[in-house]
């Protein structure tokens, strides 16, 4: 069984950083496509960045690059996103998923395995 558990989020002044952590369990992040996703209320859930596996190859939505960073520790079998500079839109609920395959995608329906989510609240 395939479990991804979010942590790290919280309620934050703009300007701020966070460091969201998944935890994969059933699951080897190392070899494996995963990814970081948001939704923000009244919205769709939408890519923010993601990591493919073996190469270890990196992709981020537009809006946060420069100021987002995801990686992964493969002893920890663990997968974070480095958020710095918060904006106001970056509220919203994080979820990290899980696909097969070393790919990275930015497409929900490419990934197989999905967290709960964490909520992330920046506020001005």
């Known amino acids: 069984q395939v479990d991804l558990v979010e942590s790290g989020g919280g309620q934050v002044q703009a300007g701020a950083s966070l460091r969201l952590s998944c935890l994969a369990t059933g699951w080897i992040v190392e070899v494996a496509g995963m990814g970081w996703f948001r939704q923000a209320p009244g919205k769709e859930r939408e890519f923010v960045a993601a990591?493919?596996?073996?190469?270890?190859?990196?992709s981020y939505r537009e809006s946060v690059k420069g100021r987002f960073t995801v990686f992964r520790d493969s002893a920890k079998n663990t997968v974070y996103l480095q958020m710095n500079s918060l904006e106001r839109e970056d509220t919203g609920v994080y979820y990290c998923?899980?696909?097969?395959?070393?790919?990275?995608?930015?497409?929900?329906?490419?990934?197989?395995?999905w967290g709960e989510g964490t909520q992330v609240t920046v506020s001005s």
């Open positions: 998923a899980a696909k097969y395959g070393g790919r990275w995608s930015s497409f929900e329906a490419d990934y197989n395995y």
């Open positions: 990591i493919g596996g073996v190469d270890g190859h990196t």
